[in-house]
Every structure is written in C-alpha cells, then in structure tokens.
C-alpha cells in the first residue's frame, strides 16, 4: 500500500480508502461489513470513513467496533456531520447546536476520544458560514476533530470557508470528498485546479461508479443475482448501454495490463495528484484485495491515451 498527505497537513492517508455506505440500507450484512475492515487493515488501509447519517448511526458503531481490535495511532478514522438524525427543525444542518450535538454523538457510537477528519456532509445555505467554520475550529481546539474536510462543496464555497478561516485565523480546510470517476469527471474543471492551488485535498468516493468499473455488469446480460444493482432499483438509473460499452473496451485495455478492469479505473484516479485517496466500498473481502491492489499502479502515456480515447467515443 502506498500513502499520500491529505491536502497541505501531514496527515498520510493510504491511496485506498474504505468507507461504510453500502451498510446504509442494510444492503451489507454485518459480518461482511466486519471481515472488510479487516482485510482492509490487514492489506495496509489506514484511513476509513463513515458518517452519523448511515443506518442512523449504524454504520458508525460496526466500523468502532472493529476497529477497537487495533492500535487507535495506527489508522485515520473519518465521519461526517450535516444530514438529518431526527425530527426537531436542529436535526440537521451545519449550525453550532448539530455540529456539537452530533459530533460528541459520533464519538459515543465509535468508541473514541477524537476523529482525525470531520466532514460538512454537505453545504448548509441556512447557517453562515462564519458559524459553521467556528463550530468546526472549536472542535479541533478541544481535541475532538484534528482536520476538518467538506464533500460536495463547491470551489467557490470552499474558497469562502478558507477566506473565513485566514481572515480569524481558524482551523482551514484540507479535503474535500467529491464524487470521481472516468464517468463522472465535473471535478477536473474546478475543483481539482482549486485544491492544488489552496492545498485541499481530493478523496474520492464511488472511484468505481458504484460497480459499473468492476466488469460485472456487461451489454446483453442480466445482472448477477448478488449484485447491489439486483437489490435495489439502482440498475435502471446506472447501468446504461453506452457506459457497459466504454466498460467492455477498458476491460480489452486491462487484460493488456494483466490487471482487472477495476484496478485500471482506480489506478486511473490516482494519477491525479491532488488525489490523496480513492474510497472504496466492499460488500465482500474479496473485493478489498482486488481494489488494493491498484494501489502503486502506474498508468504509462499510452495506457492514459487509450482510456481517454474510449471515454471520448
């Protein structure tokens, strides 16, 4: 496993990353969720991630708890905070109160004294943002949140907050948690561009655009009977035929490689440097042995010019 700095800070976080989504829904089973953990530690995964929102606060207690068998110095534990935990009109948001109340909430279901990084799940036009950016520095002030990220924010939102932070000298963002993808690529415009110039760093969720990268689901064929697209109605809004036939041409250029299609498409985000890590679901170890092993991998010029070549047809 290779590691990068998470933005401007320090902070070495591993090229791959797990996350707890899929638990959302129940569409995991719990011991599947636990054995993933572990192979990820075990393969080298330092930086896990999670949020209050998922199974109302499930998925925070499963990833605590696994995560309680090792060293608490020995990974980068994430969760996130704006989504809605309750009926009461402060159940949701990026005000003082929810920040506060959900973050020590947090802490409680994990079983720590402290996460390495603290998300504004999403931007809040309800509350200012001068309220929200000095909740976040109190918080790292206590000791409770060393680094604070965004997902799904905008430059020009993420540019305000740092603004914020260096006009009161607060705590300034280092990561932001966009969604990237080689189908899904808006954060190459701005996003990117703005975080290598302020030193915020990219940790990208759904790398794999929630399973159409891994080669499973192919033009003509019905989907496997154990996929996520099979429990829900998620397949007829994702798998649509002119990706499954980009997917079949970059699986030509992965057998090339001797590597799988879903070690390409990561190895493809992580050529990026801004990048620092690329979040993986699993629902089974297996899957987090494959994903791993993207990590290091070096896409030679011609390789990237064949996969821009297909993602442009």
């Known amino acids: 496993m290779k590691y990068r700095n998470l933005g401007n800070s320090g902070l070495k976080v591993s090229e791959i990353s797990l996350g707890s989504w899929m638990t959302y829904g129940g569409y995991v089973e719990n011991d599947k969720s636990v054995q993933s953990i ?10 896990f991630d999670t949020a209050n929102v998922y199974e109302k606060g499930e998925a925070e207690k499963v990833m605590g708890k696994t995560l309680s068998a090792y060293s608490r110095d020995s990974y980068v534990l994430a969760t996130k905070v704006y989504g809605n935990m309750g009926d009461g009109p402060n159940d949701k948001g990026l005000s003082r109160k929810h920040i506060f109340e959900q973050c020590h909430a947090s802490l409680k279901r994990l ?3 402290y996460v390495d990084v603290y998300y504004c799940h999403r931007f809040d036009p309800n509350t200012p943002l001068e309220e929200t950016i000095r909740a976040l520095d109190d918080l790292v002030t206590q000791g409770k949140v060393l680094y ?8 020009a939102q993420m540019v305000e907050a740092l603004s914020i932070a260096d006009k009161y000298l607060l705590d300034r963002i280092i990561v932001n ?19 290598t ?9 759904s790398p794999l655009a929630q399973g159409v990268l891994t080669g499973k689901y192919r033009k003509g064929e019905d989907v496997p009977a ?6 829900k109605s998620w397949g007829e809004k994702q798998l649509k035929d002119s990706q499954l036939a980009k997917v079949d041409l ?23 440097p801004n990048v620092a890590s690329a979040l993986i679901g699993a629902s089974r170890p297996e899957q987090v042995s494959e994903n791993c092993a993207a990590s290091g991998l070096e896409l030679a010029p011609e390789v990237l010019a064949a996969v821009e070549a297909i993602l442009d047809i």
């Open 197 to 205: 110039a302020k030193g915020i760093g990219q940790v990208v969720f």
């Open 38 to 47: 572990e192979k990820a530690y075990d393969l080298g995964v330092n930086f």
């Open 111 to 113: 079983g720590v004294d």
């Open 148 to 155: 604070v990220g965004v997902s799904e924010w905008t430059a």
């Open 226 to 231: 154990d996929s996520r697209a099979a429990s």
């Open 250 to 272: 970059l699986v030509g250029v992965a057998k090339e490689l001797d590597i799988q299609v879903s070690q390409l498409a990561l190895a493809w985000i992580l050529r990026e």
């Open 177 to 195: 948690q966009p969604v990237y993808n080689m189908f899904n690529r808006y954060i190459e415009k701005e996003i990117i561009p703005m975080g």
